[in-house]
């Protein structure tokens, strides 16, 4: 198994563009989320999904969207770009508790 | 919602040396996980620990639930133990996110 796979790596983005962030998981777990990492800080909720066609808001969700079509697949889309979404994101998958990280895509807002 | 607060914030030992994590939360919960996040950003599950104590090799952890707090033992540390060590709870079931805390930055000289 792959695991949790994210893409692209890396990204930098201008003020105002827009741009989907991918997230696969082959465990056929029900449960995803989105995560955002600031700078010397932990982890903090964007959004997640309790199975597909399921999505709702964690704790920071203003400025992104997501959708889930399929168990497998949980993108997260940016609208319009701005400097404070500079961060890095990750995906993550679980079954019951315990959750599984994607790598982790760095973004940059200029 | 739930606090999560972890001690110390920043560690540094020579190799060979133990160290003691500490993680404390402000309710009770159904989920705590611990991660060691890389030099490299990967996020890696450690334990999966809402209550007891586990051994993985040179890591252990205990989580006290009753009294709402959680250690993370490393022994004879070796330098690829650097990097930020995550507590992250869960107060309700699966479908809620993990609640991070800032993380704990290890640092193994040789």
């Known amino acids: 198994n792959a695991g949790v796979t994210q893409t692209p790596k890396f990204r930098i983005l201008k003020i105002g563009q827009s741009m989907t962030l991918q997230c696969t998981q082959d465990?056929?777990?029900?449960?995803m989320y989105w995560y955002r990492q600031d700078p010397g800080m932990g982890l903090k909720l964007i959004y997640y999904?309790?199975?597909?066609?399921?999505?709702d808001k964690g704790e920071v969700p203003n400025g992104y969207n997501v959708s889930r079509s399929t168990t497998e697949d949980f993108p997260l889309r940016l609208e319009l770009a701005a400097p404070s979404q500079t961060s890095v994101y990750f995906c993550?998958?679980?079954?019951?508790?315990?959750?599984?990280f994607g790598p982790g895509t760095r973004l940059t807002v200029l | 919602g739930i606090q999560v607060e972890q001690s110390p914030p920043d560690l540094i030992l020579q190799e060979g040396a133990n160290s003691t994590l500490r993680c404390n939360f402000s309710?009770?919960?159904?989920?705590l996980q611990w991660f060691h996040q890389n030099p490299w950003g990967q996020l890696i599950n450690l334990f999966y620990?809402?209550?007891g104590t586990k051994q993985n090799g040179r890591l252990s952890a205990t989580t006290v639930a009753t009294e709402r707090y959680s250690l993370l033992y490393i022994s004879s540390s070796q330098t690829t133990d650097s990097g930020v060590y995550f507590c992250?709870?869960?107060?309700?079931?699966?479908?809620?996110?993990?609640?991070f805390g800032k993380g704990t930055h290890l640092i193994i000289q040789p």
């Open positions: 993550a998958s679980s079954y019951e508790a315990t959750q599984y």
């Open positions: 465990m056929n777990h029900n449960y």
């Open positions: 999904s309790v199975g597909a066609g399921i999505t």
């Open positions: 309710d009770s919960v159904n989920n």
């Open positions: 620990i809402p209550s």
């Open positions: 992250a709870v869960q107060k309700g079931g699966g479908a809620d996110g993990l609640t």
